[in-house]
Protein backbone atom coordinates (compact mmCIF):
# COMPACT_ATOMS: atom_id res chain seq x y z
CA UNK A 1 0.00 0.00 0.00
CA UNK A 2 1.61 3.28 -1.27
CA UNK A 3 1.73 6.15 1.34
CA UNK A 4 -0.90 8.17 -0.81
CA UNK A 5 -3.16 5.86 -0.14
CA UNK A 6 -2.27 5.73 3.70
CA UNK A 7 -2.57 9.64 3.48
CA UNK A 8 -5.93 9.08 1.86
CA UNK A 9 -7.49 6.42 4.05
CA UNK A 10 -6.60 8.10 7.05
CA UNK A 11 -8.38 11.47 5.83
CA UNK A 12 -11.62 9.18 4.88
CA UNK A 13 -11.21 7.54 8.47
CA UNK A 14 -10.71 10.73 10.52
CA UNK A 15 -11.62 13.66 8.00
CA UNK A 16 -14.38 14.71 5.61
CA UNK A 17 -12.73 13.52 2.42
CA UNK A 18 -14.62 10.90 0.16
CA UNK A 19 -13.63 6.69 1.27
CA UNK A 20 -12.15 5.14 -1.88
CA UNK A 21 -10.46 1.44 -2.39
CA UNK A 22 -6.48 1.51 -2.74
CA UNK A 23 -7.03 0.20 -6.41
CA UNK A 24 -6.93 2.20 -9.44
CA UNK A 25 -8.12 -0.59 -11.89
CA UNK A 26 -11.74 -0.55 -9.46
CA UNK A 27 -14.43 0.75 -11.19
CA UNK A 28 -15.15 3.91 -10.37
CA UNK A 29 -17.76 4.98 -7.58
CA UNK A 30 -19.87 7.98 -6.83
CA UNK A 31 -19.95 10.07 -3.75
CA UNK A 32 -23.15 9.22 -2.58
CA UNK A 33 -23.23 5.69 -3.37
CA UNK A 34 -19.92 5.10 -1.75
CA UNK A 35 -21.81 7.05 1.64
CA UNK A 36 -24.61 4.93 1.77
CA UNK A 37 -22.34 1.45 1.56
CA UNK A 38 -20.56 2.83 4.41
CA UNK A 39 -23.53 3.11 6.60
CA UNK A 40 -24.69 -0.07 5.10
CA UNK A 41 -21.96 -1.48 6.71
CA UNK A 42 -22.08 0.13 9.38
CA UNK A 43 -25.46 -1.37 10.07
CA UNK A 44 -24.67 -4.86 8.86
CA UNK A 45 -22.04 -5.11 11.45
CA UNK A 46 -24.45 -4.16 14.27
CA UNK A 47 -27.18 -7.23 12.77
CA UNK A 48 -24.36 -9.47 13.00
CA UNK A 49 -23.49 -8.33 16.64
CA UNK A 50 -27.29 -9.04 17.35
CA UNK A 51 -27.30 -12.47 15.73
CA UNK A 52 -24.56 -13.90 18.16
CA UNK A 53 -25.73 -12.49 21.33
CA UNK A 54 -29.11 -14.14 20.70
CA UNK A 55 -27.27 -17.40 20.22
CA UNK A 56 -26.86 -19.54 23.60
CA UNK A 57 -24.56 -21.65 21.44
CA UNK A 58 -22.35 -18.79 20.68
CA UNK A 59 -22.14 -17.62 24.36
CA UNK A 60 -21.54 -21.35 25.48
CA UNK A 61 -18.16 -21.49 22.72
CA UNK A 62 -17.12 -18.35 24.64
CA UNK A 63 -17.24 -19.65 28.23
CA UNK A 64 -15.31 -22.91 26.85
CA UNK A 65 -12.45 -21.02 25.12
CA UNK A 66 -12.25 -17.33 26.16
CA UNK A 67 -9.69 -17.81 29.71
CA UNK A 68 -11.15 -16.09 32.71
CA UNK A 69 -14.60 -15.50 31.06
CA UNK A 70 -16.78 -15.52 34.43
CA UNK A 71 -13.82 -12.95 35.63
CA UNK A 72 -14.35 -10.60 32.98
CA UNK A 73 -18.09 -10.80 33.27
CA UNK A 74 -18.08 -10.30 36.78
CA UNK A 75 -15.20 -7.07 36.14
CA UNK A 76 -17.92 -5.35 33.36
CA UNK A 77 -20.78 -5.96 36.03
CA UNK A 78 -23.17 -8.38 32.92
CA UNK A 79 -23.32 -11.47 35.48
CA UNK A 80 -21.87 -14.22 36.64
CA UNK A 81 -21.51 -15.59 32.75
CA UNK A 82 -22.58 -12.64 31.41
CA UNK A 83 -26.32 -13.26 30.98
CA UNK A 84 -26.78 -9.52 30.33
CA UNK A 85 -24.73 -10.14 26.64
CA UNK A 86 -26.89 -12.88 25.34
CA UNK A 87 -30.95 -13.13 24.55
CA UNK A 88 -33.43 -10.73 23.83
CA UNK A 89 -32.20 -8.02 26.10
CA UNK A 90 -28.72 -7.68 24.19
CA UNK A 91 -30.29 -7.34 20.97
CA UNK A 92 -33.01 -4.77 22.56
CA UNK A 93 -29.76 -2.41 23.47
CA UNK A 94 -27.57 -3.24 21.02
CA UNK A 95 -30.33 -2.00 18.26
CA UNK A 96 -31.16 0.76 20.75
CA UNK A 97 -27.87 2.15 20.03
CA UNK A 98 -27.81 1.50 16.37
CA UNK A 99 -31.21 3.25 15.89
CA UNK A 100 -30.14 6.09 18.40
CA UNK A 101 -27.01 6.56 16.11
CA UNK A 102 -29.36 7.10 12.97
CA UNK A 103 -31.97 9.04 14.70
CA UNK A 104 -29.11 11.76 15.44
CA UNK A 105 -28.12 11.89 12.54
CA UNK A 106 -31.79 11.99 10.80
CA UNK A 107 -31.97 15.22 13.15
CA UNK A 108 -28.87 16.31 12.00
CA UNK A 109 -28.90 15.93 8.34
CA UNK A 110 -32.90 17.75 7.81
CA UNK A 111 -32.53 20.24 5.44
CA UNK A 112 -28.88 19.67 4.20
CA UNK A 113 -29.17 20.43 0.36
CA UNK A 114 -25.97 21.11 -0.75
CA UNK A 115 -22.66 18.98 -0.20
CA UNK A 116 -21.15 22.30 1.14
CA UNK A 117 -22.69 22.20 4.17
CA UNK A 118 -20.55 21.87 7.22
CA UNK A 119 -23.38 18.75 8.10
CA UNK A 120 -22.72 17.26 5.04
CA UNK A 121 -18.95 16.63 4.97
CA UNK A 122 -19.77 15.02 8.71
CA UNK A 123 -22.47 13.26 6.41
CA UNK A 124 -19.90 11.91 4.04
CA UNK A 125 -16.77 11.88 5.67
CA UNK A 126 -14.90 10.77 9.62
CA UNK A 127 -16.33 7.39 9.20
CA UNK A 128 -13.38 6.02 12.03
CA UNK A 129 -14.84 8.81 14.60
CA UNK A 130 -18.53 7.93 13.93
CA UNK A 131 -17.76 4.19 14.13
CA UNK A 132 -16.12 4.81 17.86
CA UNK A 133 -19.55 6.99 18.38
CA UNK A 134 -21.67 3.95 17.41
CA UNK A 135 -19.76 1.33 19.52
CA UNK A 136 -20.10 3.78 22.28
CA UNK A 137 -24.02 3.95 21.84
CA UNK A 138 -24.80 0.25 21.82
CA UNK A 139 -22.26 -0.19 24.67
CA UNK A 140 -23.78 2.58 26.58
CA UNK A 141 -27.19 1.13 26.06
CA UNK A 142 -26.00 -1.74 28.75
CA UNK A 143 -25.98 0.32 31.48
CA UNK A 144 -29.50 1.79 31.33
CA UNK A 145 -31.21 1.09 34.64
CA UNK A 146 -34.41 -0.53 35.50
CA UNK A 147 -34.47 -3.22 32.35
CA UNK A 148 -37.88 -4.53 32.89
CA UNK A 149 -39.17 -0.72 32.06
CA UNK A 150 -36.89 0.00 29.19
CA UNK A 151 -37.83 -3.22 27.93
CA UNK A 152 -41.44 -3.00 27.73
CA UNK A 153 -41.33 0.59 26.86
CA UNK A 154 -38.58 -0.12 23.79
CA UNK A 155 -40.68 -3.37 23.05
CA UNK A 156 -43.61 -0.93 21.49
CA UNK A 157 -41.72 2.23 20.27
CA UNK A 158 -40.05 -0.95 18.20
CA UNK A 159 -43.16 -2.31 16.92
CA UNK A 160 -44.00 1.08 15.71
CA UNK A 161 -40.94 1.93 13.69
CA UNK A 162 -41.43 -1.60 12.61
CA UNK A 163 -44.58 -1.48 11.28
CA UNK A 164 -43.96 1.43 9.58
CA UNK A 165 -40.99 0.21 7.86
CA UNK A 166 -42.85 -2.79 6.74
CA UNK A 167 -45.09 -0.24 4.98
CA UNK A 168 -42.62 1.74 3.27
CA UNK A 169 -41.25 -2.17 2.34
CA UNK A 170 -44.76 -2.85 0.46
CA UNK A 171 -44.66 0.42 -1.37
CA UNK A 172 -41.57 -0.22 -2.12
CA UNK A 173 -42.64 -3.29 -3.76
CA UNK A 174 -45.48 -1.67 -5.37
CA UNK A 175 -43.63 1.39 -6.92
CA UNK A 176 -41.14 -1.63 -8.39
CA UNK A 177 -43.49 -3.80 -9.87
CA UNK A 178 -45.17 -0.31 -11.47
CA UNK A 179 -41.88 1.00 -12.63
CA UNK A 180 -41.11 -2.47 -14.08
CA UNK A 181 -44.65 -2.82 -15.97
CA UNK A 182 -43.94 1.00 -17.39
CA UNK A 183 -40.45 0.57 -18.52
CA UNK A 184 -40.52 -2.84 -20.67
CA UNK A 185 -44.05 -1.46 -22.12
CA UNK A 186 -42.19 1.78 -23.24
CA UNK A 187 -39.96 -0.44 -25.40
CA UNK A 188 -42.92 -2.31 -26.83
CA UNK A 189 -43.07 0.59 -29.22
CA UNK A 190 -40.22 0.45 -30.97
CA UNK A 191 -39.31 -3.29 -31.02
CA UNK A 192 -42.15 -5.97 -30.35
CA UNK A 193 -39.84 -8.50 -28.62
CA UNK A 194 -40.40 -6.54 -25.98
CA UNK A 195 -44.00 -8.11 -26.37
CA UNK A 196 -42.73 -11.19 -25.53
CA UNK A 197 -40.51 -10.50 -22.55
CA UNK A 198 -43.90 -9.25 -21.26
CA UNK A 199 -45.75 -12.15 -21.71
CA UNK A 200 -42.68 -14.69 -20.97
CA UNK A 201 -41.95 -13.04 -17.57
CA UNK A 202 -45.60 -12.49 -16.63
CA UNK A 203 -46.46 -16.45 -17.65
CA UNK A 204 -43.39 -17.47 -15.45
CA UNK A 205 -44.49 -15.09 -12.18
CA UNK A 206 -48.13 -16.81 -12.18
CA UNK A 207 -46.66 -20.30 -12.65
CA UNK A 208 -44.35 -19.73 -9.71
CA UNK A 209 -47.37 -17.91 -7.85
CA UNK A 210 -49.71 -21.41 -8.32
CA UNK A 211 -46.85 -23.87 -7.44
CA UNK A 212 -46.53 -22.19 -4.65
CA UNK A 213 -50.09 -22.18 -3.89
CA UNK A 214 -50.42 -26.27 -4.50
CA UNK A 215 -47.39 -26.60 -2.45
CA UNK A 216 -49.24 -24.95 0.62
CA UNK A 217 -52.38 -26.53 -0.20
CA UNK A 218 -50.44 -29.90 0.33
CA UNK A 219 -48.19 -29.35 2.70
CA UNK A 220 -50.29 -26.75 5.05
CA UNK A 221 -53.93 -28.20 5.08
CA UNK A 222 -55.51 -31.63 5.97
CA UNK A 223 -58.95 -33.08 5.45
CA UNK A 224 -59.34 -33.51 9.21
CA UNK A 225 -58.50 -29.97 10.00
CA UNK A 226 -56.25 -26.69 9.43
CA UNK A 227 -59.92 -24.47 8.66
CA UNK A 228 -57.63 -21.52 9.67
CA UNK A 229 -54.83 -22.15 6.78
CA UNK A 230 -57.58 -22.95 4.49
CA UNK A 231 -59.69 -19.82 4.55
CA UNK A 232 -56.75 -17.49 4.83
CA UNK A 233 -55.12 -19.28 1.59
CA UNK A 234 -58.50 -19.57 0.00
CA UNK A 235 -58.90 -15.40 0.76
CA UNK A 236 -55.43 -14.41 -0.22
CA UNK A 237 -55.66 -16.71 -3.81
CA UNK A 238 -59.15 -14.84 -3.98
CA UNK A 239 -57.62 -10.99 -3.79
CA UNK A 240 -54.60 -11.92 -6.06
CA UNK A 241 -57.64 -13.17 -8.68
CA UNK A 242 -59.44 -10.02 -7.83
CA UNK A 243 -56.56 -7.47 -8.36
CA UNK A 244 -55.65 -8.92 -11.41
CA UNK A 245 -58.79 -8.66 -13.10
CA UNK A 246 -58.94 -4.75 -11.69
CA UNK A 247 -55.72 -4.19 -13.40
CA UNK A 248 -56.90 -5.31 -16.55
CA UNK A 249 -60.42 -3.80 -16.50
CA UNK A 250 -61.06 -1.50 -19.24
CA UNK A 251 -61.58 1.45 -16.17
CA UNK A 252 -58.42 1.11 -15.37
CA UNK A 253 -56.95 0.79 -18.86
CA UNK A 254 -58.60 4.24 -19.74
CA UNK A 255 -56.87 6.02 -17.11
CA UNK A 256 -53.54 3.95 -16.97
CA UNK A 257 -52.94 2.24 -20.39
CA UNK A 258 -49.41 1.09 -19.41
CA UNK A 259 -51.46 -0.72 -16.62
CA UNK A 260 -51.49 -4.90 -17.03
CA UNK A 261 -50.65 -8.01 -15.86
CA UNK A 262 -47.24 -7.74 -15.13
CA UNK A 263 -47.71 -6.25 -11.81
CA UNK A 264 -50.46 -7.87 -10.81
CA UNK A 265 -47.82 -11.62 -11.36
CA UNK A 266 -45.35 -9.52 -9.23
CA UNK A 267 -47.61 -8.90 -6.24
CA UNK A 268 -48.90 -12.53 -6.56
CA UNK A 269 -45.68 -14.13 -5.83
CA UNK A 270 -45.09 -11.37 -2.88
CA UNK A 271 -48.31 -12.09 -1.29
CA UNK A 272 -47.77 -16.16 -1.99
CA UNK A 273 -44.07 -15.40 -0.60
CA UNK A 274 -45.74 -14.14 3.20
CA UNK A 275 -48.35 -16.32 2.98
CA UNK A 276 -45.85 -19.55 3.04
CA UNK A 277 -43.99 -17.31 5.71
CA UNK A 278 -46.72 -17.02 7.68
CA UNK A 279 -48.00 -20.67 7.77
CA UNK A 280 -44.38 -21.74 8.29
CA UNK A 281 -44.74 -19.78 11.95
CA UNK A 282 -48.44 -20.95 13.08
CA UNK A 283 -48.31 -23.39 15.81
CA UNK A 284 -49.68 -26.85 14.48
CA UNK A 285 -52.56 -28.22 15.45
CA UNK A 286 -53.39 -31.79 16.70
CA UNK A 287 -55.70 -34.56 16.08
CA UNK A 288 -56.75 -37.80 16.67
CA UNK A 289 -55.46 -40.59 14.23
CA UNK A 290 -55.76 -44.39 14.82
CA UNK A 291 -55.69 -43.95 18.63
CA UNK A 292 -52.18 -41.33 18.24
CA UNK A 293 -52.18 -37.79 18.79
CA UNK A 294 -50.78 -36.54 15.62
CA UNK A 295 -49.34 -32.86 14.28
CA UNK A 296 -51.23 -31.42 11.05
CA UNK A 297 -50.55 -27.88 9.49
CA UNK A 298 -47.46 -28.89 9.40
CA UNK A 299 -45.44 -29.93 6.55
CA UNK A 300 -45.73 -33.98 5.26
CA UNK A 301 -44.03 -36.47 3.54
CA UNK A 302 -45.22 -39.72 2.98
CA UNK A 303 -47.68 -39.73 6.06
CA UNK A 304 -44.45 -38.99 8.46
CA UNK A 305 -43.37 -34.89 9.27
CA UNK A 306 -40.69 -34.16 7.02
CA UNK A 307 -37.61 -33.14 9.00
CA UNK A 308 -36.02 -29.91 8.17
CA UNK A 309 -32.60 -28.59 8.89
CA UNK A 310 -33.52 -25.97 11.76
CA UNK A 311 -30.21 -23.90 11.01
CA UNK A 312 -30.68 -23.74 7.56
CA UNK A 313 -34.17 -22.55 7.52
CA UNK A 314 -32.29 -19.97 9.80
CA UNK A 315 -29.85 -18.50 7.92
CA UNK A 316 -32.39 -18.66 4.74
CA UNK A 317 -35.39 -16.40 6.56
CA UNK A 318 -32.06 -14.49 7.99
CA UNK A 319 -30.64 -13.75 4.90
CA UNK A 320 -34.38 -13.17 2.71
CA UNK A 321 -35.23 -11.04 6.14
CA UNK A 322 -32.04 -8.46 5.79
CA UNK A 323 -31.95 -8.72 1.91
CA UNK A 324 -35.84 -6.94 2.02
CA UNK A 325 -34.26 -4.28 5.06
CA UNK A 326 -31.31 -3.33 2.86
CA UNK A 327 -33.48 -3.06 -0.42
CA UNK A 328 -35.88 -1.09 1.41
CA UNK A 329 -33.18 1.39 3.36
CA UNK A 330 -31.12 1.94 -0.06
CA UNK A 331 -33.79 1.94 -3.04
CA UNK A 332 -36.35 3.99 -0.69
CA UNK A 333 -33.45 6.87 -0.62
CA UNK A 334 -33.48 7.19 -4.40
CA UNK A 335 -36.76 6.79 -6.07
CA UNK A 336 -38.73 10.12 -5.37
CA UNK A 337 -41.77 8.08 -6.01
CA UNK A 338 -41.12 5.64 -3.00
CA UNK A 339 -43.57 6.81 -0.60
CA UNK A 340 -45.53 9.00 -2.17
CA UNK A 341 -48.32 6.85 -4.08
CA UNK A 342 -51.00 8.36 -4.76
CA UNK A 343 -49.70 12.15 -4.33
CA UNK A 344 -49.66 14.03 -7.39
CA UNK A 345 -46.20 14.75 -9.21
CA UNK A 346 -44.40 18.52 -9.23
CA UNK A 347 -41.54 17.74 -11.25
CA UNK A 348 -41.92 16.89 -14.85
CA UNK A 349 -41.25 13.05 -15.19
CA UNK A 350 -38.47 11.93 -16.67
CA UNK A 351 -38.35 10.10 -20.46
CA UNK A 352 -38.81 6.70 -19.93
CA UNK A 353 -36.40 4.20 -21.49
CA UNK A 354 -36.72 0.51 -22.02
CA UNK A 355 -34.01 -1.27 -20.33
CA UNK A 356 -33.43 -4.87 -19.11
CA UNK A 357 -31.90 -3.30 -15.72
CA UNK A 358 -34.41 -1.49 -15.05
CA UNK A 359 -33.61 -0.86 -11.29
CA UNK A 360 -30.33 0.84 -11.95
CA UNK A 361 -30.19 4.91 -13.54
CA UNK A 362 -28.29 5.13 -16.60
CA UNK A 363 -24.23 5.58 -15.79
CA UNK A 364 -23.87 9.64 -16.73
CA UNK A 365 -21.06 11.31 -15.30
CA UNK A 366 -21.85 14.37 -17.11
CA UNK A 367 -19.36 17.59 -16.24
CA UNK A 368 -18.69 15.60 -12.42
CA UNK A 369 -15.48 16.00 -10.94
CA UNK A 370 -13.14 12.65 -11.15
CA UNK A 371 -10.34 12.22 -8.99
CA UNK A 372 -8.16 9.25 -7.12
CA UNK A 373 -6.50 7.72 -10.33
CA UNK A 374 -3.49 10.08 -9.49
CA UNK A 375 -2.95 8.49 -6.35
CA UNK A 376 -3.20 4.96 -7.00
CA UNK A 377 -6.82 4.34 -5.38
CA UNK A 378 -10.19 3.71 -6.71
CA UNK A 379 -11.82 6.75 -8.60
CA UNK A 380 -14.12 9.10 -6.80
CA UNK A 381 -17.26 10.56 -9.17
CA UNK A 382 -17.77 13.46 -6.67
CA UNK A 383 -21.75 14.09 -8.35
CA UNK A 384 -22.65 16.27 -5.27
CA UNK A 385 -21.21 19.15 -6.34
CA UNK A 386 -24.22 20.87 -7.88
CA UNK A 387 -26.42 19.80 -4.91
CA UNK A 388 -27.43 16.40 -2.64
CA UNK A 389 -28.96 13.98 -5.06
CA UNK A 390 -30.55 11.83 -2.27
CA UNK A 391 -32.33 13.07 1.20
CA UNK A 392 -29.75 12.65 3.72
CA UNK A 393 -32.43 12.89 6.57
CA UNK A 394 -35.16 10.59 4.68
CA UNK A 395 -31.93 8.39 4.44
CA UNK A 396 -30.79 7.89 8.23
CA UNK A 397 -34.75 7.88 9.66
CA UNK A 398 -35.14 4.42 6.81
CA UNK A 399 -32.04 3.35 8.50
CA UNK A 400 -33.43 4.11 11.75
CA UNK A 401 -36.83 2.11 11.04
CA UNK A 402 -34.77 -0.69 9.74
CA UNK A 403 -33.06 -0.92 12.78
CA UNK A 404 -36.22 -1.27 14.82
CA UNK A 405 -37.09 -3.77 12.14
CA UNK A 406 -34.32 -6.30 12.80
CA UNK A 407 -34.84 -5.83 16.57
CA UNK A 408 -38.42 -7.05 16.38
CA UNK A 409 -37.56 -9.31 13.71
CA UNK A 410 -34.87 -11.15 15.63
CA UNK A 411 -36.96 -10.98 19.20
CA UNK A 412 -39.80 -12.48 17.63
CA UNK A 413 -42.18 -9.51 18.02
CA UNK A 414 -44.16 -9.50 21.03
CA UNK A 415 -42.92 -12.52 22.43
CA UNK A 416 -39.14 -11.39 23.26
CA UNK A 417 -38.56 -13.74 26.16
CA UNK A 418 -37.63 -17.30 25.09
CA UNK A 419 -36.58 -16.39 21.74
CA UNK A 420 -33.13 -18.11 20.89
CA UNK A 421 -31.23 -17.50 17.41
CA UNK A 422 -31.32 -21.62 16.63
CA UNK A 423 -35.54 -21.79 16.56
CA UNK A 424 -35.97 -17.77 15.97
CA UNK A 425 -37.78 -18.87 11.85
CA UNK A 426 -39.46 -21.91 13.18
CA UNK A 427 -42.82 -22.29 13.75
CA UNK A 428 -45.37 -21.37 16.72
CA UNK A 429 -44.80 -18.25 16.69
CA UNK A 430 -48.60 -16.30 16.17
CA UNK A 431 -47.32 -12.94 16.53
CA UNK A 432 -45.08 -13.22 13.41
CA UNK A 433 -47.83 -15.63 11.91
CA UNK A 434 -50.43 -12.49 12.16
CA UNK A 435 -48.07 -9.85 11.61
CA UNK A 436 -47.26 -11.44 8.05
CA UNK A 437 -50.74 -11.72 6.98
CA UNK A 438 -52.04 -8.69 7.69
CA UNK A 439 -48.78 -7.63 5.34
CA UNK A 440 -50.26 -9.55 2.75
CA UNK A 441 -53.61 -7.56 2.58
CA UNK A 442 -51.92 -4.26 3.49
CA UNK A 443 -49.64 -4.99 0.11
CA UNK A 444 -53.31 -5.82 -1.86
CA UNK A 445 -54.78 -2.60 -0.46
CA UNK A 446 -51.85 -0.13 -1.55
CA UNK A 447 -51.54 -2.15 -5.02
CA UNK A 448 -55.59 -1.87 -5.42
CA UNK A 449 -55.22 2.16 -5.01
CA UNK A 450 -52.45 2.81 -7.25
CA UNK A 451 -54.80 0.87 -9.93
CA UNK A 452 -58.05 2.62 -9.23
CA UNK A 453 -56.55 6.36 -7.73
CA UNK A 454 -56.61 7.98 -11.20
CA UNK A 455 -59.89 6.89 -11.56
CA UNK A 456 -61.53 8.29 -8.34
CA UNK A 457 -58.99 11.63 -8.81
CA UNK A 458 -58.69 11.86 -12.53
CA UNK A 459 -57.48 15.46 -12.47
CA UNK A 460 -54.41 14.56 -10.47
CA UNK A 461 -51.06 13.69 -11.86
CA UNK A 462 -49.95 10.47 -9.84
CA UNK A 463 -46.17 9.14 -9.75
CA UNK A 464 -47.29 5.59 -10.93
Same mark, same amino acid.
Given at each position: ?????????????????E????????????????T???????????????? %????????????????Y?N????????G??????V?Y????????????????????????????????????G $????????????CA?? $?F???????????????????? %???????????????? +???T +????T????????? %???V?????????????L??????? $????K???????????????V???????????????????????I???????? $???????????????????????????G????????????????????????????S????S??????????????????????????????????????????????????????????H????????????? %??? +???????????????????????????????????? +???????????????V
Open positions: MSLACCVSQLACCCGSSCALCCSGCPKIKTSTGRVMYTLYHILGTIVCF %LMLSPTVGDVLKEHVPYEFCRTIQANSCEKLGSAVYKVCFGMAVFFFIFFLLMINVNTSKDCRAKLHN $FWFVKLVVLIGMGA $FIPDEDTFHKAWMYIGAAGAF %LFILIQLILLVEFAHT +WNK +WWAGAQNKCWYVA %LTLTLILYLVAIFALVMVIFYTD $FDGCLNKILLGVNTGLCFISMVAISPCVQKYQPSSGLLQSAVSCYVMYLT $FSSLANAPPEYVMKNGVNTSICTPQLLKGLQTDDKLVSVLGAIIMYGCVLYACLVTTRSSITLGVSSVSTPEPIQARCCFCFAPDEEGNYEVDGSERGVQKVIHNEKPGVVYSYSFFFVFFLGSLYVMMT %LTN +WLEYETVELETLFGSGNPSTFWIKMASCWICILLFL +WTLIAPMCCPKREFL
